[in-house]
C-alpha cells in the first residue's frame, strides 16, 4: 500500500507563472519530508527538505509548505522555467526509521 | 567528481540467469542505498546499508541479495532473474540518514 501519494501523474504550465505539485501521505509517524527532481536518463537530485517543526521552506524559487493535520505537503515553484520540467518526486520518513518512501512521481512541464 | 557511479547502465537478462550490479561512491558516505523505479510505484527500497559490513531489508528485498564489503562499494545481486524484476535500479548514498545522492540508474529487462 502506497504510503506517500502523488495523485497528479503530470502537470502542465505557462512560463512565469505558478507551478504546486502536491503529495499525501498516510503513515504518522512521517516527520521529515523531501522534494526530489528527475530528469530524464538521470537519477533523482535532492531539492528541498521539511520537517514537521516547521510548516514552510523556501530556497529561491521553491518552496515546500507542509500541513501535518492534513497530512500533506506541496512544492511551488515560482516563478516556472523551462528547465523546471521534469519529474518531480516526494519522500518522507519516520526520524525513527533508515528508509525513505517516494510517491510515484509527477511529471512537470513548463511551456515557453 | 563522480559522486555515485552505477554499472552497467544497460543490461538484458534471459528468466534464471544471475548478475550483480555494482554502486560505487567517492563521497565517503556511511548510508547506501538501492531503489528499484517501477512505472506508477514510485522508488522503492531493496536494500540498504548504514556502514562496511552492514545490511539490511528495505520495502521489496525479495530476489535480491546485497554486499557491502567495503564502504565505498555497494552490490546488488540477482541470483535467479524474473521478468518482474525488470525495472530502472537506482543506487544512492548519504551522510547521514538523510538527503540521498542518487547514480543515474540501471535499466534492467528480463526476458
Known amino acids: 500500500d502506497q504510503q506517500v501519494k502523488q495523485n497528479s501523474p503530470s502537470l502542465s504550465v505557462q512560463e512565469g507563472r505558478i507551478s504546486i505539485l502536491n503529495c499525501d501521505y498516510t503513515?504518522?509517524?512521517?516527520?521529515?519530508f523531501l522534494w526530489y527532481k528527475k530528469y530524464p536518463a538521470e537519477g533523482p537530485t535532492f531539492l528541498i527538505s521539511?520537517?514537521?517543526?516547521?510548516d514552510k521552506n523556501e530556497d529561491g524559487r521553491f518552496t515546500v509548505f507542509l500541513n501535518k493535520s492534513a497530512k500533506h505537503l506541496s512544492l511551488h515553484i515560482v516563478p516556472s522555467q523551462p528547465g523546471d520540467s521534469a519529474v518531480y518526486f516526494c519522500?518522507?520518513?519516520?526520524?525513527?526509521?533508515?528508509?525513505?518512501?517516494f510517491g510515484t512521481g509527477t511529471s512537470l512541464t513548463v511551456i515557453p | 567528481n563522480a559522486g555515485v557511479t552505477q554499472t552497467p547502465k544497460f543490461r538484458v537478462l534471459k528468466t534464471g540467469q544471475s548478475m550483480t550490479l555494482l554502486c560505487a561512491q567517492d563521497?565517503?558516505?556511511?548510508?547506501m542505498y538501492w531503489y528499484r523505479q517501477d512505472p506508477g510505484m514510485g522508488l522503492r527500497l531493496i536494500h540498504y546499508s548504514v556502514g562496511e559490513g552492514t545490511t539490511a531489508k528495505g520495502e521489496v528485498p525479495d530476489g535480491y541479495n546485497v554486499s557491502r564489503l567495503k564502504k565505498q562499494n555497494f552490490l546488488l545481486g540477482l541470483e535467479s532473474a524474473a521478468p518482474s524484476q525488470t525495472s530502472v535500479y537506482f543506487c544512492?548514498?548519504?551522510?547521514?540518514?538523510?538527503?540521498?545522492?542518487f547514480g543515474s540508474g540501471t535499466r534492467l529487462t528480463v526476458v
Open positions: 521539511i520537517s514537521s517543526i516547521k
Open positions: 519522500a518522507a520518513s519516520a526520524y525513527t526509521g533508515n528508509q525513505f518512501y
Open positions: 563521497m565517503n558516505h556511511e548510508y
Open positions: 544512492a548514498s548519504s551522510l547521514s540518514e538523510y538527503g540521498y545522492t
Open positions: 503513515n504518522s509517524m512521517f516527520d521529515y
